[in-house]
């Protein structure tokens, strides 16, 4: 379709008729156009009719049937002449090519490619350059193709259509910058003729006018061309493709079998380029959610961590409940009436004979027994998990341990101890450390007094254990021998400290400092319950190692 | 003192004892009974029957056991503490448990003994809470302390703690044995002991008061 008039000069189709029929009589009224370009006398009779018909200077479709062409013509002219936008204002400011005047020599050739065939489907592709540091006043393309055209500048699309009567207006000054551009044209053709043409002209600030239209320069990629290769985003590379052949020139604007103006000159409103906000762009929002979705993961998996060790620390300490339970149900009553039954036989021997002696060292050792699994028991039992009841229990095992002994105990203890928890691990270690401080005492400090002192000082607990007897210089103890050495290193492998201070004459003092975990705290850190037991996992010492004094007493 | 020719001649502590398992029962019946001034004249293998047999031949110290089935010996304490005021109740345990002993003190028993201690300190322990001297260690001192002061809001003066009283019990907190306390305070032991005796009484008397107002409270629940 070109739309130059017969006499050169502008006519237009108006096809508003036409563009309401079915495709079948459009296919029929474009075969009357092919018959045009084989000179046929029924094509030009219907030209002539047309002329007459109208009265007009215009082009009429070339119709095989003129009978009905004149109808058309007719029914044609009733409606397009409101409906046709060339008569719009607007159209008359056309700074590039008046288009008052409907001058079309910016519009290229008709092209296709090397061979056209029905159902085929050709790609056109051209680069084109606009130089650096010039301002766009305007930029102006039009398109139309035979039968359908997609349009892309820079591997986007603008737009498409399939009306080949109609050309395609497109305002492009706000998307093109300096530098180089591509465009490419994706064409369809339904059957018999294919062309695509298109004419672009860019207005620079500073005059010049950059005109792209199609001819030869372009490049067809289709399926019927030898060494043509489908390329992926064709639409989007940025090299001539190298296996493209040019295209090929089909008819030139305004012959051919397109001969006719274009019933229409459809603008397409400006495009503008949309400033998208960054958190309105994919990638923002593909961020956004998978950060969203990790977080809910983490969430989940923290939370089924903590009900898991929830869960164990619960069966733990029904576990440790039940020993309890089973210990001092059944062991504890078993051995207490062991030491009864004892007693009883014992009584009723003579005293001072050997069997006596016997039976009451038998007695002995059970009460011994008894008493060690007490404190099994205490360290076992759940209830005992709190710093109360760890204060409680030291001050009566010091009170128990040193009454045997010529030391006078004192106890210093905060009267409200709170009962934050102190798990098993710390406690025990802790009172295995307070039993090695006071057995020193006992056996080396010749006291007579001794203060047990509990304090918690923030989160800190201190266990003092002073006494007033005659102290050494702390630089000349044997550390082999010393075993407050050990002290200082059981308290460091707890995360606590030990401090001795001493002095000939002047007693010796034992702090032990022990950090009281936060557990909040501990939580925030994700490997948190690998870190709840403190103690190294080498073999640990017996609760019971060190021995009551009365243990060892013989009666 | 007013009675000495009977006290040099009949001086044999009547002992009752409540004790499920029949070995251990048994045990311990001969156990006291091996001792010339004790005599056990009355055993029962259940709280209920505690209660049912013992008011009948009033003795002068009950041993009660700590876990009995159903009724548990800290009950039975305070059922047969109301029966019998002038009674001595020891609880018997086999594990020491301040917490259990507290209770039991609480509920009226006038003392407590490991089930292991040696027959010599029984004996021993025996004739110090007839002479009201009802052993008290740091802890349950200071559970006292804490309990009455919890209390002192909502019950009446009378069940408050005296100031010597209270003296007494945070010097026992600290560890004090008796002795030590009278030297500190300037008193004699015996008033120690006494003192810690009206202790005793007030925290019976606090838990049947308490008992009360639960009941009454049970009962009356718009009151």
Redesign the interface.
């Known amino acids: 379709m070109a739309w130059l008039g017969l006499s050169g000069e502008p006519c237009y189709a108006r096809g508003d008729s036409l563009i309401m029929r079915t495709s079948q009589e459009m296919f029929t009224a474009k075969a009357g156009g092919r018959e045009r370009r084989k000179p046929s006398w029924r094509a030009s009779l219907g030209l002539v009719l047309c002329l007459l018909g109208s009265g007009l200077t215009r082009a009429g479709w070339a119709q095989s049937q003129e009978g009905k062409a004149l109808v058309e013509m007719r029914h044609a002219n009733a409606i397009v002449v409101e409906n046709n936008p060339l008569n719009t204002a607007t159209n008359l400011q056309d700074s590039l090519t008046e288009r008052g005047s409907y001058n079309f020599s910016d519009m290229g050739s008709w092209i296709w490619g090397a061979v056209t065939r029905d159902r085929q489907t050709c790609r056109f592709w051209k680069s084109f350059e606009i130089p650096d540091g010039a301002g766009i006043v305007r930029a102006r393309l039009r398109i139309t193709a035979d039968n359908e055209y997609t349009l892309y500048l820079d591997g986007r699309e603008l737009g498409r259509d399939a009306e080949w009567r109609h050309l395609y207006e497109y305002d492009l000054t706000a998307l093109l910058s300096p530098g180089r551009h591509i465009l490419a044209v994706d064409a369809y053709n339904s059957s018999r003729e294919a062309g695509m043409i298109l004419g672009f002209q860019i207005g620079l600030a500073d005059g010049r006018v950059v005109k792209v239209k199609s001819d030869t320069s372009w490049v067809v990629g289709a399926d019927d061309v030898p060494g043509w290769e489908p390329v992926r985003n064709w639409q989007k590379m940025s090299a001539l493709p190298a296996s493209w052949p040019p295209a090929t020139v089909v008819a030139s604007c305004g012959s051919g079998p397109w001969a006719v103006s274009p019933w229409y000159i459809d603008i397409v409103p400006p495009m503008t380029r949309e400033v998208i906000p960054f958190w309105q762009t994919g990638w923002f929002q593909i961020t956004v959610l998978a950060v969203l979705g990790l977080l809910i993961l983490v969430t989940f998996w923290v939370l089924t961590q903590l009900a898991l060790h929830t869960k164990e620390q619960r069966l733990l300490q029904r576990e440790r409940a039940r020993i309890a339970r089973d210990i001092?149900?059944d062991l504890?009553?078993r051995?207490?009436?062991m030491?009864?039954?004892g007693?009883?036989a014992q009584?009723?021997m003579p005293p001072g004979s050997e069997l006596h002696t016997h039976l009451s060292q038998m007695?002995e050792d059970?009460?011994g027994t008894?008493r060690a699994?007490?404190e099994v028991?205490w360290a076992i039992n759940p209830r005992r998990d709190n710093l109360r009841e760890f204060t409680?229990y030291v001050?009566?095992y010091?009170?128990a341990f040193l009454k045997d002994t010529a030391i006078?105990?004192?106890?210093?203890?905060e009267?409200?101890m709170s009962t934050i928890a102190f798990n098993l691990p710390l406690r025990r270690n802790l009172l295995l450390a307070v039993k090695e401080a006071l057995n020193n005492a006992a056996k080396h400090s010749h006291a007579t007094e001794l203060v047990?002192r509990i304090r918690q000082q923030n989160e800190t607990l201190l266990v003092e254990v002073r006494d007033n007897g005659q102290g050494f210089e702390p630089t000349l103890a044997n550390p082999e021998r010393n075993g407050l050495a050990n002290l200082t290193q059981r308290m460091q492998e707890l995360g606590g400290r030990c401090h001795i201070t001493s002095q000939p004459g002047k007693g010796c003092s034992v702090e032990l400092f022990m950090p009281l975990v936060n557990r909040r705290r501990q939580l925030l850190r994700l490997d948190w319950w690998r870190k709840l037991d403190p103690l190294p996992p080498k073999p640990e010492p017996s609760i019971t190692s060190a021995r009551h004094p009365a243990d060892s007493k013989p009666t | 003192m007013t009675k000495p020719p009977k006290d040099n001649v009949t001086k044999t502590l009547k002992i009752a004892l409540v004790e499920d398992?029949p070995?251990?029962r048994d045990?311990?019946c001969?156990?006291i009974n091996?001792f010339p001034d004790l005599r056990c004249i009355c055993t029962c293998k259940s709280g209920e029957e505690a209660l049912r047999v013992i008011p009948e031949v009033p003795p002068d110290v009950i041993l009660m056991d700590i876990?009995l089935p159903r009724m548990s010996g800290i009950e039975c304490t305070a059922q047969l503490k109301a029966l019998l005021p002038q009674t001595q109740i020891i609880i018997l345990t086999?594990?020491?448990d301040?917490e259990l002993i507290f209770m039991a003190l609480e509920a009226g028993a006038d003392g407590y003994l490991l089930?292991?201690t040696?027959?010599a300190d029984l004996r021993a322990a025996l004739l110090e809470v007839l002479e009201g001297g009802a052993p008290m260690?740091?802890?349950i001192a200071?559970r006292v302390?804490?309990s009455f002061r919890s209390k002192a809001k909502t019950r009446d003066e009378s069940l408050h703690l005296s100031t010597r009283e209270e003296q007494i019990l945070l010097l026992l907190?600290?560890?004090?044995s008796n002795k030590?306390i009278a030297d500190r305070l300037e008193l004699s032991v015996v008033t120690v002991c006494h003192h810690l005796k009206h202790v005793f009484e007030k925290m019976h008397v606090s838990s049947r008061t308490e008992a009360a107002i639960r009941y009454l409270n049970l009962h009356n629940p718009t009151d």
């Open positions: 001092h149900d504890g009553m051995m207490t009436q030491v009864l039954q007693e009883v009584s009723e007695c059970a009460r008894l699994m007490d028991l409680t001050c009566r010091a009170q006078q105990c004192t106890l210093d203890v009267p409200e047990l | 398992q070995k251990a045990n311990w001969r156990l091996s876990f086999a594990m020491d301040e089930k292991r040696k027959p260690s740091s802890e200071r302390i804490t907190t600290k560890g004090c030590m």
